[in-house]
């Protein structure tokens, strides 16, 4: 796999947060921290759409800037990984993240609540390959079994899609050109106004 991305569809997620939830169960994540949520604008309003948000392994990571001991590291897919060994709660990539990805128990202040927690896109972390202490930390890698993350391999509609990012671009780029282009593409109207067809 190359370089590792999600992509979500906005014309096709339903917000019924089947990633979110597959995503919880499959790794046992605890109460109070989601690695992935759903996120709905103009909720129930005409032009309503939703997305599902989590780490989006960035190619130059802010949170990988700001981590004061270097916990963050990136794997050969270009998946952004921590130890939680090496965190120490500081909360600075919470900050620095404009996906909200880092997320932290919900209890106490910052460096009291304990080991930061993130998408790992199913990629586990430092400890050995589907070990107990792999799982136990960072959930279940998927990634080492051949699979796919779970959120995207549990989406219904097929909205949210993970993979080598050429993959995942090749899939948008055929349903844009499906839909058609001008007024039938979501947000064209709003970027380039109203186009005249003559």
């Known amino acids: 796999m190359g370089k590792a991305a999600f992509l979500c569809d906005a014309e096709r997620c339903i917000e019924c947060n089947a990633c979110v939830t597959a995503c919880k169960n ?6 109070g921290i989601n690695r992935r949520r759903v996120v709905t604008i103009n909720d129930g309003r005409p032009g309503e759409k939703s997305i599902s948000v989590a780490c989006m392994h960035c190619a130059d990571a ?20 921590h130890s939680k060994d090496l965190c120490i709660g500081c909360g600075y990539c919470f900050y620095a993240c404009p996906f909200g990805a880092p ?3 919900q209890a106490g202040n910052f460096g ?4 930061m927690d993130k998408c790992t ?3 586990g972390g430092p400890e050995e390959d589907n070990s107990p202490a792999e799982f136990r930390k960072y959930g279940r890698n998927r990634i080492a079994e051949g699979k796919l993350p779970i959120c995207a391999e549990m989406c219904s509609t097929k909205a949210l899609l993970a993979g ?18 001008g007024g039938d593409t979501w947000g064209w109207g709003t970027a380039y106004g109203k186009q005249n067809d003559s």
């Open 164 to 181: 080598d990012a050429n993959d995942v671009s090749n899939i948008f780029r055929e349903r844009v050109v499906a839909r058609g282009f």
């Open 62 to 81: 802010p949170c990988m800037a700001v981590c004061p001991v270097d916990c963050f590291y990136k794997t050969e897919d270009g998946i952004v990984l």
């Open 112 to 115: 009291s609540r304990g080991k």
């Open 103 to 105: 997320q932290y128990p």
């Open 26 to 31: 499959e790794h046992e994540i605890p109460w």
């Open 121 to 123: 896109f199913c990629a």
